[in-house]
């Protein structure tokens, strides 16, 4: 079957850093996405991996490991508006998403 | 214009009622999706239109019902809702379908509550 797990919920402190990891199963793989979504809003697109490797934009960075099937989102110098829930999901060899669960972070000051 | 419009924002529906969700976009995206997302949930992914023609159906009750009057415009039409139903819709929309980077614009979401 196809998965993607991501942890639940994450707590870090306010311009520190923080890694979220995402592992994943999918029949095929067509590329990993990373979203953002605030709560009561819709998710917007943050980082897509197809190839091994780190890509960084700005605070933050997104890795793949298409051997491990094995992602994390990487934020730093971390803001109180970077609270919201993060959402891995991969696309499988139709390319259809497979979501995660998302992992919410709460940042404290 | 990068942006996916979706009306209206919130509604409130009894279980007789029809309603229709209205989605807006202005990038010249050949394919449209709706979602379904409960709270601390992923998005479960309802319909996609590729160039104005439904080419995903994911097994939704056909209380709910998609229309794609163009290719800017993407619709579903409510009836005989359950309270289950409720949810946020959300819209989005991409490039194309079946390219490998299909980088997702989302609207805002409709919040629906079924009474």
């Known amino acids: 079957g196809q998965n993607i797990d991501q942890p639940t919920e994450m707590t870090a402190t306010e311009g520190a850093i923080v890694q979220i990891n995402c592992t994943y199963q999918t029949s095929g793989f067509n590329g990993l996405f990373w979203y953002q979504q605030h709560a009561g809003e819709a998710p917007t697109f943050l980082s897509y991996?197809?190839l091994d490797g780190l890509e960084e934009k700005g605070r933050f960075s997104s890795f793949l490991s298409r051997s491990k099937g094995y992602s994390y989102l990487l934020l730093k110098e971390l803001q109180m508006k970077d609270s919201a829930s993060y959402l891995c999901?991969?696309?499988?060899?139709?390319?259809?998403?497979?979501w995660g669960a998302g992992t919410k972070l709460i940042i404290k000051p | 214009d990068t942006e996916v419009t979706q009306t209206p924002k919130h509604l409130v529906m009894g279980m007789t009622n029809k309603k229709s969700l209205k989605c807006e976009q202005h990038?010249?995206?050949?394919?449209m999706y709706w979602y379904k997302q409960k709270a601390k949930k992923p998005p479960e992914l309802m319909f996609v239109?590729?160039?104005?023609?439904?080419?995903i159906n994911e097994s939704v009750p056909s209380r709910f019902s998609p229309e794609c009057p163009n290719s800017s415009l993407l619709n579903l039409h409510l009836h005989a809702l359950q309270p289950e139903d409720s949810a946020l819709y959300l819209c989005a929309s991409s490039q194309d379908k079946g390219t490998g980077y299909e980088k997702l614009f989302f609207g805002s979401g409709t919040q629906l509550s079924v009474l």
């Open positions: 239109y590729s160039y104005e023609k439904l080419s």
């Open positions: 999901a991969g696309m499988d060899s139709n390319y259809q998403l497979i």
């Open positions: 990038m010249g995206h050949r394919a």
């Open positions: 991996n197809v």
